[in-house]
């Protein structure tokens, strides 16, 4: 089979995404090229998929994506590409102030030949009763599968970055609670994590830490009761932050696991 150049990074990506199955149960984030850019300048972010802030870049697909949205001071701009673009996002920050990248994927799924996979993905993820709670449901220990579904934010400062991030209605997703391009955090960096629109108390968030010089380093927290965590930020680093829900798949599924990724993005000036 022979494939165009121009389209060969393209077939690589959906290549990865249908061969390494075991890869899908890693993070998903948006990756803007640059976190702070001047009015009126291009921005670009990339769907990426991987481990340890490292990972493949996914092209757009209007089947694969169930919201891709711009926010800006309250106002919500539908974000649609062409099918194959890579990256995935390019846009024009024609307004001043904070932007909130938000992409929610559509659910897939993935299959667990063997037990201890699903296990050790629950216990990095903080579910260290998942056997119990298997066992309690009469499923089985091997050959199963899980759905999954990704809501992540990115958060970019335009011009004065001025504004700040709100709710937007996913499943679960980070909050941020202060704008890292334009407030004082000598305290931190403080995000809330919701959950149908409440408060998650005390849930696990692994903090990603990328410094200047690339090294990445990774941290887990916990929220407090108002499901709220401050993270240690340093200027010139860049931050993923994850946490995920796992739940039974709703009735009549296939799958008998469900997971909801909740993700954001952003760097320190």
Excluded: C
Excluded at 232 to 252: N, T
Excluded at 264 to 269: A, K, Q, V
Aim: charged share 15%.
């Amino acid at each position: 089979m022979y494939i165009l150049p121009r389209f060969f990074p393209i077939f690589l990506a959906v290549l990865a995404s249908l061969t390494a199955p075991a890869a899908l149960a890693h993070e998903f984030w948006i990756a803007p090229t640059k976190y702070q850019v001047e009015t009126g300048a291009p921005l670009v972010a990339r769907l990426r998929n991987g481990q340890n802030f490292s990972g493949i870049s996914y092209p757009y697909f209007d089947h694969q994506t169930a919201r891709f949205e711009l926010v800006q001071g309250g106002r919500v701009t539908p974000y649609a590409g062409r099918m194959g673009d890579l990256p995935a996002l390019s846009a024009t920050s024609d307004g001043d102030g904070l932007v909130v990248i938000v992409h929610q994927t559509m659910p897939s799924s993935v299959s667990y030949a063997e037990w201890e996979k699903f296990a050790a993905f629950a216990a990095h993820k903080d579910f260290p009763d998942i056997r119990a709670r298997h066992i309690a449901r009469g499923l089985p220990e091997n050959g199963f599968s899980e759905t999954y579904t990704r809501f992540a934010k990115a958060l970019v400062g335009v011009g004065t970055a001025q504004g700040a991030d709100a709710p937007t209605g996913m499943e679960t997703e980070f909050v941020a609670l202060a704008n890292p391009y334009t407030d004082d955090l000598p305290q931190g960096f403080p995000v809330r994590l919701l959950y149908q629109g409440a408060p998650r108390a005390l849930a696990q968030v692994e903090v990603f830490d990328r410094s200047p010089d690339g090294a990445v380093t990774i941290t887990r927290l916990r929220t407090d009761d108002s499901g709220t965590a401050n993270i240690p930020v340093a200027p010139g680093h860049e931050y993923l932050l994850d946490a995920v829900v796992l739940r039974p798949a709703p009735a009549g599924a296939a799958e008998v696991w469900e997971t909801l990724w909740a993700a954001m993005t952003f760097s320190m000036p």
